[in-house]
């Protein structure tokens, strides 16, 4: 049994990712999209973080310090921004439409 | 304070202030006081200042120097006493004034008594210098008391004459198109400042120490005048009359620039007397250089004129002498040829041109024979600028700058005055018989009595002339103030509508006939007279001085002299008995006329009081004041000098003017001068005073005559026939070939460039634009191709960009992997 490393997260931060981006593709809910928004950004952050863990690398002298961790939580920290922002379009969009089908929001259509 | 500072200090004075009130009446006239009225009340006392300064440099002249003419060889300084200014300078004038004194002591000692310097330095370009200048006599002296108190009387009763100016005017000469009469804003305020500009103007000429600066204020006072004349602009004989006197004038103005290039262009100056320059050497001044000191103050041609005549013969030495590489030689060799040339008259037809050019521009100003049609025409102004400037000063500026460059003509220039003097006084005292006009009546008097001057001038009576000058001036402006009088009161200039107004207006009857009795000369011979009585019988006694040297031509001048005394007599008293005397012929005027108001009478009595007395002279036994007299003022001022023989016409020759004093020219002179006046008093009378004689009888016996002399001689037309109607003419073809050939080339300039332009249009239209347009539709083509991926659908969206990035991915691992 290999002893859980790098490729572990990596591969949990890329199953994160593929179900944001899943999720993003499939829901017609705002909500929902805005759910697979958050996955995708957690996955990155997952690969950041693991990347720069001082336990995960093998090559001493090589860790990236806390890099990866500081820009995990300025990842988190816009999330919640753009979070913040896209409830209130949303809340907005549900004023006008009674609706969050984001198939309905296509007025901006070229 | 020394005479030298004190008379250019105080005359300075009395010339600056009519100045300061022109300029703070052209910028706050309108807003001193009601309408304005503080301007007449600014101007008025400016003058009167003037008038004061003026008057204490007269009695400072006269506590100076006496009341008597200078006796030969008593004080002989005082010439150029040129002010020092800077204190290392005044050692070195000293001694240049003690060298002058005893020079003069040795020779001549007859050289007048003048203050000239220069104030200020304008400009020099190379070595012509133009300056500001004195030139202080006792004739500047006099003419500034004279012009300044007329002035002042002028002012005071034109306070009077333009108070319906105070208000808003209807003027009932000028009808609109819409047939209403004009009305206007009141122009009290202007009137006054083209006054006092004038006061400076006029002022400024007698100050002025070179011909250069009399230039300026020659044109000054012309253009006062323009401004005067033309004061109803919106009568258009009032605007015409205003172009008229300018143009005329202007024609003199001509030769007289003609006579200023002769002078400068030979002499190098333009200064009159001799003036200390910077570094200390004396510039010698046109009069010293007519009339050398040295050589008696004989005329004598300068010798730049000279060397400017014989420019042949100068460029000859200068170019083609043996030793031309020595220097000063060449000039050394003219310099001693310049008596020889001298000797072959070279230079002297120069002088007369020079004294010609400037004779022209007194032509011009002050009305003689060929130019004198614009002075009847003036009266269009109001009457105090009638008074003021055409009677007796601007129009006396000709007669003023005769006498003073006297010294620089030559007796054949003299001869030309002379006989230009003549013919006026004839022509205008003629004129002035048949004249209804009561202004016009004095001003062909006023060009006659020009005339007489100029006569008395160019027969040498230098004293003789510009004494009739100062004693005209006083009852020529009151004859012109009291006929001013008389019109503010009738409304009318018509002399035939007036008649009995002694009754109703006696201050103005009484003076007028002051005036009238001082033109025309009368008084108990020998005893006493007015002032006319003096200075015309100096006149007359010269002409007569004249004609026993010159049998051919002073015959002529002294017959004319004598019948225009006469026909002074005539016209004068013509106008006064229409006017005053007898029956009222117009009722409806006669119960509407009344005495004008006190500021206009009481000037009328100070002027009566100067006509009838500024001609005597005290006589000497009187103490204090023993020898006052205008006759001896002016006798200070004499210029040095005999005039001498005449060059060219030979035979010429003037009697000194002291020689018409003795008793066998004076005594015939006086009679015959008083006895042709009596006769044209007495043949008035009987026409006008008592009416023996119908006038209109004797008209209908003389028609042609009289058609002859109402005319005006026809002067008019003939200038209209030769002058103007040729003028126009080829104004007409100019006209049309400005009309016919550069319009039409002008027009077709813009035709063929408006057809140029229409090509040009197509192409940009189509070349051009339809380049612009054609990428403008490829990218809106473009665009709309691309509006199709915009679809709106967000999971499209991200369906793409997730096939985007694995298609990067791919291509970039494809890419690698090579």
Same mark, same amino acid.
């Given at each position: 049994m290999e002893p859980v490393g790098i490729s572990h997260f990596m591969a949990v931060g890329a199953i994160m990712f593929v179900c944001g981006v899943v999720s993003m593709a499939t829901k017609r809910n705002a909500l929902g999209v805005l759910m697979g928004v958050e996955l995708v950004l957690n996955g990155a952050n997952v690969n950041f973080v693991a990347l720069s863990s001082k336990f995960l690398t093998t090559a001493p002298g090589r860790s990236l310090g806390l890099d990866g961790q500081f820009?995990?939580?300025?990842?988190?920290?816009?999330?919640?921004?753009?979070a913040a922002v896209a409830l209130a379009i949303t809340l907005n969009f549900y004023n006008n439409h009674s609706t969050v089908d984001v198939d309905r929001a296509d007025e901006l259509k070229g | 304070?020394?005479?030298?500072?004190?008379?250019?200090?105080?005359?300075?004075?009395?010339?600056?202030?009519?100045?300061?009130?022109?300029?703070?009446?052209?910028?706050?006239?309108?807003?001193?006081?009601?309408?304005?009225?503080?301007?007449?009340?600014?101007?008025?006392?400016?003058?009167?200042?003037?008038?004061?300064?003026?008057?204490?440099a007269l009695i400072f002249w006269f506590g100076h120097y006496g009341f008597k003419p200078a006796e030969h060889g008593a004080e002989a300084h005082a010439v150029a006493a040129a002010e020092t200014e800077h204190g290392e300078t005044e050692h070195a004038a000293a001694e240049a004034a003690t060298a002058e004194h005893a020079e003069q002591s040795a020779g001549h000692d007859e050289s007048p008594r003048a203050y000239t310097n220069d104030l200020y330095t304008l400009g020099q370009f190379g070595s012509l210098k133009i300056?500001?200048? #004195?030139?202080? $006599?006792? @004739?500047?002296?006099?003419?500034?008391?004279? &012009? *300044? =108190?007329?002035?002042?009387?002028?002012?005071?009763?034109?306070?009077? #004459?333009?108070? $319906?100016? @105070?208000?808003?005017?209807?003027?009932?000469? &000028? *009808? =609109?198109?819409?047939?209403?009469?004009?009305?206007?804003?009141?122009?009290?305020?202007?009137?006054?400042?083209?006054?006092?500009?004038?006061?400076?103007?006029? =002022?400024?000429?007698?100050?002025a120490g070179n011909i250069a600066m009399v230039f300026v204020f020659w044109e000054l006072v012309g253009i006062c005048s323009y401004f005067l004349i033309g004061f109803y602009i919106e009568r258009k004989s009032a605007s015409n009359a205003a172009n008229k006197a300018f143009i005329v004038n202007r024609i003199g103005d001509?030769?007289?620039?003609?006579?200023?290039?002769?002078?400068?262009?030979?002499?190098?100056?333009?200064?009159?007397?001799?003036?200390?320059?910077?570094?200390?050497?004396?510039?010698?001044?046109?009069?010293?250089?007519?009339?050398?000191p040295a050589n008696g103050h004989a005329l004598t041609v300068p010798d730049g004129m000279v060397r400017a005549a014989a420019f042949d013969a100068v460029e000859e030495i200068a170019f083609k002498h043996p030793a031309r590489l020595a220097p000063g030689a060449a000039a050394s060799e003219i310099e001693s040829r310049i008596p020889t040339w001298r000797e072959q008259r070279y230079g002297y037809w120069l002088l007369v041109i020079a004294g010609v050019g400037?004779?022209?521009?007194?032509?011009?100003?002050?009305?003689?024979?060929?130019?004198?049609?614009w002075l009847p025409d003036a009266m269009e102004g109001p009457t105090?600028?009638?008074?003021?400037?055409?009677?007796?000063?601007?129009?006396?500026?000709?007669?003023?700058?005769v006498g003073r460059f006297f010294p620089a003509f030559a007796p054949e220039v003299l001869l030309v005055i002379a006989y230009t003097g003549g013919i006026t006084l004839f022509l205008a005292a003629t004129i002035a018989i048949t004249a209804t006009d009561i202004k016009r009546v004095l001003a062909y008097s006023t060009v006659s009595q020009l005339g007489y001057m100029m006569l008395a001038l160019g027969v040498g009576g230098w004293a003789a002339g510009l004494f009739h000058l100062l004693t005209h001036a006083f009852f020529k402006s009151l004859l012109f103030m009291c006929s001013g009088s008389v019109i503010h009161a009738t409304h009318t200039n018509e002399m035939p509508k007036m008649g009995g107004l002694l009754k109703k207006m006696?201050?103005?009857?009484?003076?007028?006939?002051?005036?009238?009795?001082?033109?025309?000369?009368?008084?108990?011979?020998?005893?006493f007279g007015f002032s006319g009585y003096y200075s015309k019988d100096a006149i007359v006694a010269q002409a007569l001085s004249f004609s026993q040297s010159n049998p051919l031509h002073g015959s002529i001048f002294f017959y004319t002299a004598v019948g225009g005394a006469a026909i002074t007599a005539f016209y004068m008293f013509r106008l006064w008995y229409m006017t005053f005397a007898g029956e009222p012929r117009d009722h409806h005027i006669y119960e509407h006329a009344h005495e004008s108001p006190k500021v206009m009478y009481r000037p009328l009595i100070v002027l009566a009081v100067f006509a009838a007395l500024v001609g005597c002279t005290v006589p000497d036994w009187v103490p204090l004041v023993g020898g006052l007299g205008v006759q001896n003022l002016l006798e200070q001022a004499r210029p040095a000098g005999e005039t001498g023989a005449g060059v060219l016409l030979a035979g010429l020759a003037y009697p000194n003017e002291h020689a018409s004093h003795s008793h066998d020219i004076h005594v015939p002179a006086t009679l015959y001068a008083f006895s042709t006046a009596l006769g044209g008093f007495l043949l008035a009378t009987v026409f006008y005073g008592v009416r023996w004689l119908n006038p209109a009888d004797v008209k209908q016996q003389f028609l042609p005559i009289y058609r002859f002399l109402i005319g005006k001689w026809f002067f008019d037309e003939l200038y209209d026939f030769l002058f103007v109607r040729p003028c126009y003419f080829i104004a007409f073809l100019i006209a049309s070939l400005d009309r016919r050939v550069i319009d039409g080339f002008i027009d077709n300039t813009a035709r063929w460039t408006r057809k140029l332009a229409s090509i040009d249009d197509l192409i940009d239209r189509y070349f051009v634009d339809g380049l612009v347009n054609l990428a403008a539709a490829w990218i809106y083509s473009l665009g709309t191709s691309l509006r199709g991926l915009q679809t709106g659908k967000l999971r499209q969206y991200v369906m793409l960009i997730v096939i985007g990035t694995v298609a990067l991915f791919v291509l970039i691992n494809f890419a690698s992997a090579r």
């Open positions: 820009i995990a939580l300025f990842v988190i920290v816009l999330a919640a921004a753009e | 304070m020394d005479l030298s500072t004190a008379l250019p200090t105080l005359l300075g004075i009395a010339w600056l202030l009519p100045l300061a009130s022109f300029t703070l009446i052209v910028l706050f006239g309108p807003r001193m006081g009601k309408h304005g009225l503080g301007a007449g009340y600014l101007a008025t006392s400016a003058i009167l200042f003037g008038a004061v300064c003026s008057w204490l300056t500001i200048s #004195y030139y202080i $006599d006792a @004739l500047t002296v006099g003419m500034f008391a004279m &012009v *300044t =108190l007329i002035g002042t009387c002028i002012h005071f009763y034109a306070l009077g #004459y333009m108070h $319906d100016e @105070l208000h808003d005017v209807t003027d009932h000469e &000028v *009808t =609109l198109a819409d047939g209403q009469h004009l009305h206007r804003r009141g122009r009290f305020h202007r009137f006054f400042q083209y006054m006092s500009l004038f006061c400076f103007s006029m =002022l400024g000429l007698v100050y001509f030769g007289m620039i003609v006579g200023l290039m002769a002078l400068w262009g030979s002499l190098g100056t333009f200064a009159f007397g001799d003036v200390k320059n910077a570094d200390g050497q004396i510039e010698r001044g046109i009069f010293s250089q007519v009339r050398d400037i004779f022209c521009g007194c032509v011009g100003k002050s009305a003689q024979f060929p130019l004198h049609v105090p600028v009638s008074a003021l400037v055409h009677s007796a000063t601007m129009v006396a500026a000709g007669v003023y700058l006696p201050y103005t009857g009484y003076t007028m006939l002051v005036g009238c009795l001082a033109i025309i000369g009368a008084g108990v011979p020998f005893v």
